[in-house]
């Protein structure tokens, strides 16, 4: 199964072993991960998902990354839930023969992940809690793919 | 048809799911239909440009029929990542 969505944190070196496991054509592996950060004290977040759709939109993801690039494997971990400052949120790897497929399909992923799939940061910090907004930012990576 | 609801929009409305009984043509008539039940659906669709819709779980929009369709989802733009 290449893409999880789940409460449990996640291994990234026994994801990468299981990933590069049996195929010996693979010469990359990128590795992606995202961290709950604690600035402007932040203590933790509570990240809401739409069961069902969520993996869909991920596999979806996937799908196109592995239409853009010659990859040998991909794995999307996100987690949702209750998470800590410091945790880890999400787990892209992309496996290629060679680097540059890697590296950019796993750009395209968290790009189109930011943007695509159903997931609300709600933070908690010294104000209380609040719902993260959605960035301008995030939108123009999206866009730039085409 | 099943209607959900994600963060704030979950949040002012004041449950994530609800069965309706609807003859709505398209998102935006459900919209209408919701908005005038009461005064937490109107808070929770009072600025349309904050909110997302699925339709069976695909992206959608205002204009996209609802024939057929089974689940209906509301929410914010998303922040995941």
């Known amino acids: ?146 | 048809m099943k209607v959900l609801y994600f963060a704030w929009m979950r949040e002012r409305v004041g449950h994530g799911s609800e069965e309706i009984e609807t003859a709505a043509a398209t998102v935006s008539d459900l919209v209408g239909e919701l908005t005038a039940r009461e005064e937490r659906y109107a808070a929770a669709f009072a600025d349309l440009s904050a909110v997302r819709v699925a339709v069976d779980q695909q992206q959608a929009d205002l204009s996209t029929p609802l024939a057929g369709a089974r689940e209906v989802a509301f929410f914010p733009p998303v922040t995941g990542g």
């Open chain 1, 1 to 146: 199964m290449s893409v999880s969505v789940q409460q449990e944190d996640f291994d990234i070196a026994a994801e990468m072993a299981r990933l590069t496991a049996g195929d010996a054509d693979i010469g990359a592996v990128v590795s992606f991960t995202g961290l709950v950060r604690g600035t402007g004290g932040l203590t933790a977040m509570e990240l809401e998902h739409y069961p069902g759709m969520t993996e869909k939109a991920l596999e979806e993801i996937e799908a196109e990354a592995r239409a853009r690039w010659p990859l040998s494997a991909v794995r999307i971990i996100h987690r949702h839930g209750r998470l800590a400052t410091g945790d880890n949120i999400v787990l892209v790897l992309t496996a290629s023969r060679h680097r540059q497929a890697a590296f950019e399909a796993a750009e395209f992923v968290m790009d189109f992940l930011k943007t695509k799939a159903p997931f609300w940061k709600k933070e908690e910090g010294p104000e209380g809690a609040n719902w993260v907004d959605a960035r301008d930012s995030d939108d123009a990576a999206t866009e730039r793919w085409g």
